[in-house]
């Protein structure tokens, strides 16, 4: 058989795995979020710094070219200038010279970091959509794994069940055939063998001692009228013709009546609300529910009484039957290593006809049968 379990392990551990995927994607767009405002900051910084240099740069390039024409005016008129002069100009000149390469060579480095930065901010965003995207799919996907996929464990589990039920009620249907087969062998067809035995017995009588006849055949007769009894009773336990002509009502008059006598169990009966009829598959469970219950009561409870309630309402048929004998721990005798059938049938009859059925019991506090079980026109 399938096992259930194992599927319910691997949607769990896949579930848990993919929790942790989402995580890590989590963590992995944290990150970008940082770095990405970190790169944002410093990009505001060298956008400043660039600005400011090309700024200086410009002041550098005039202040550069003001001191190229100095040196070359002192150059050309050297005889109006002194050495000291041409010296300063000249060193005037070469240290723009040399500043201006300095920034302009600073200048080329922050256009370049501003580019990397822009590039890199642009990864770093597209590594944040993605993470995104991919957390919205391993959503849908989680969703999809303990929404759709726990429903299919549910529903799967329900066939077992339903299976296990179905062979319940088989083994139910067989056992209730080897009762049948039992009572009509261990009754009418042993009371017939006797009956052929008196009947040959009557024969030889009538040759050897005809005054005797009379008692035998008597005695015959009983035998034969014991045996209707008997076969009317299987017949009645098999299907309650009465129920069909008579209801519901005085059909489980007339089988109270016959139990009592029969096992000493007294059974109290009391209906509620109009005696109508309503459908024979209806019927049939209400009687059949009741006779079980009352039948374990008399088999299991160890008590004297057993109450039967019935109320007929316009939508509902509601039942409850009681003892307040031994009880029994309901749980282990309606699981899976239940060996009877009785419990079981019950519930089965009430849930074929969309009825509730509830069973309360206790070691040593009585038993309760409940059911409601709705009236379709
Ligand atoms: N009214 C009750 N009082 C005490 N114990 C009960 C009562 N009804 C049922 N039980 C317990 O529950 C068990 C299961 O009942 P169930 O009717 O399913 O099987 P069963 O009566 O043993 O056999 P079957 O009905 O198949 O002939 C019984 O064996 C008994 O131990
Ligand atoms: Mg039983």
């Known amino acids: 058989m399938f096992d259930i379990n194992s599927l319910d392990r691997i949607i ?9 995927g989402k995580e890590q994607i989590y963590d992995i ?11 944002q900051k410093e990009l505001e910084r060298v956008q400043i710094n660039t600005a400011k240099t090309i700024h200086e740069v410009d ?35 070469r240290e723009y010279q040399v500043k201006l390469g300095l920034f302009r060579e600073r200048e080329s480095q922050l256009r370049q970091r501003r580019t990397e930065v822009e590039l890199r901010l642009r990864k770093l965003l597209d590594t944040e959509n993605k993470a995104e995207k991919l957390i919205t799919n391993v959503g849908g996907a989680l969703r999809l794994l303990t929404g759709n996929l ?16 179905g062979l319940q009620v088989i083994k139910a249907q067989e056992e209730e055939r080897r009762r049948v087969a039992r009572d009509i062998h261990d009754g009418p067809a042993q009371s017939m063998a006797s009956v052929i035995l008196r009947a040959e017995i009557c024969e030889r009588l009538l040759e050897k001692n005809p005054a005797q006849v009379p008692g035998e055949l008597q005695a015959l007769k009983e035998g ?40 000493g169990l007294l059974v109290d009966l009391v209906t509620m609300g109009k005696d109508k009829r309503v459908s024979s ?51 282990e005798k309606l699981g899976p290593e239940a060996k009877g059938y009785g419990l079981i049938g019950m519930r089965e009859r009430v849930e074929l006809l969309e009825g509730t059925f509830k069973i309360s019991s206790l070691p040593g506090k009585g038993t309760e049968i409940k059911l409601q079980i709705p009236i379709k026109e």
């Open 12 to 20: 769990k551990e896949t579930v848990k795995s993919v929790e942790k």
């Open 29 to 39: 767009a944290e990150n970008a979020r940082v770095e990405r405002d970190n790169l």
């Open 59 to 93: 002041q550098l390039e005039k202040a550069e070219k003001t001191a190229r024409y100095r040196l070359m005016e002192v150059s050309r008129n050297f005889s109006r200038y002194t050495e000291q002069d041409i010296k300063e100009a000249y060193d005037n000149a």
């Open 150 to 165: 726990q429903g299919i464990t549910e529903k799967l589990e329900e066939l077992q069940q339903r299976q296990n039920l």
């Open 224 to 263: 034969v009228k014991s045996t209707l009894q008997d076969v009317r009773k299987i017949i009645f336990d098999l299907r309650p013709m009465v129920l069909d002509d008579l209801g519901l009502i005085p059909t489980l008059k007339r089988y109270f009546a016959e139990f009592q006598e029969r096992t």
């Open 281 to 331: 598959a209806m019927e049939v469970a209400i009687f059949r529910v009741i006779q079980e219950a009352i039948n374990n009561s008399y088999k299991h409870a160890q008590t004297e009484t057993v109450n039967v309630r019935l109320e007929m309402k316009p939508e509902f048929v509601n039942c409850k039957i009681t003892d307040e004998g031994v009880g029994f721990n309901v749980e």
